[in-house]
């Protein structure tokens, strides 16, 4: 399926943002680096703001990293700005993502902001803290695993 993949990168990068867009090309099945404005016509986006081994590897694992992404995040430069505006009206879909760490609420409380709510996938008992916050963002948990998830909806 076609889609844009925003994949979060650490300071050690050495750019200014800490993100990187790729656009899948779905007939050579490979992605490829491409500019924000891409993002503009996007029907699909994939957000991995902690960053992934594909398409290339780039980790934010550090507690340096983390507060570096954070604060960068709240000065403009660890989410496009087009999807600042784009996420408006919208909900996400958090899934692999456990809202038990302090420092994964507050990526996804600066990832969640003006969104309408979202959905939680997990199979897992929640925490107080991961009620709490999911409540305050009108996130909706979907009762699944992740593998169960996949083969219902993928």
Not at 76 to 86: D, E
Not at 130 to 138: A, D, G, Q, V, W
């Amino acid at each position: 399926t076609p889609h844009v993949l925003i994949i979060g990168k650490s300071r050690i990068m050495g750019d200014l943002n800490r993100y990187e867009v790729y656009e899948y090309d779905v007939e050579n099945q490979k992605y490829f680096l491409v500019d924000d404005e891409v993002l503009e016509t996007a029907e699909k986006i994939l957000f991995k703001p902690m960053g992934s081994p594909l398409p290339n590897p780039s980790f934010v694992i550090s507690d340096a990293d983390y507060v570096d992404w954070l604060t960068e995040a709240m000065s403009g430069f660890a989410v496009p700005k087009i999807l600042k505006t784009y996420r408006k009206a919208k909900k996400y879909l958090f899934f692999g993502t456990s809202f038990d760490h302090d420092t994964d609420r507050m990526v996804a409380n600066e990832l969640s902001l003006d969104l309408e709510g979202g959905y939680v996938i997990t199979d897992k008992e929640l925490g107080k803290k991961e009620k709490k916050f999911i409540e305050k963002h009108n996130l909706e948990v979907i009762p699944m695993s992740l593998p169960e998830f996949i083969k219902a909806f993928i």
